[in-house]
């Protein structure tokens, strides 16, 4: 059974930092893109980052510069560094993949998540 356990999440002041961490009860290495997304109160859920087998990251226009998505193939973790936090930034954070299996003639689409961790700033 997938797993994806969140860490790192807690108040932290406006302009401080936070590392939040997901670690996978699967390996990570064969999954393309890992995934970063944030739920704030009375708000949709809205992807924050991601990052691909290659290294590549993509962020959120809100995010870019201040956060930076990180993944540990052969520990199975993937890593949020939030540095200059806002108050808009608090929310509940997820980390999330797809996983899509071939049957047939389709394409079926799995989407594993985690239970979330809290980030408030807050003065």
């Known amino acids: 059974q997938v797993q994806l356990v969140e860490s790192g999440g807690g108040l932290v002041q406006p302009g401080g930092s936070l590392r939040l961490s997901c670690a996978a009860s699967?390996?990570?290495?064969?999954?393309?893109?890992m995934d970063w997304y944030r739920q704030a109160p009375g708000k949709e859920r809205e992807l924050v980052a991601t990052i691909t087998s290659s290294d590549t990251a993509n962020y959120a226009d809100s995010v870019k510069g201040r956060f930076t998505v990180s993944r540990d193939n052969a520990g199975n973790k993937v890593y949020l560094q939030m540095n200059t936090l806002k108050v808009e930034d608090t929310a509940v954070y997820y980390c999330h993949f797809r996983k899509n299996v071939p049957y047939l003639t389709k394409i079926l689409q799995y989407d594993y998540w985690g239970q979330g961790t809290q980030v408030t700033v807050s003065s």
């Open positions: 699967v390996s990570i290495s064969s999954i393309n893109a």
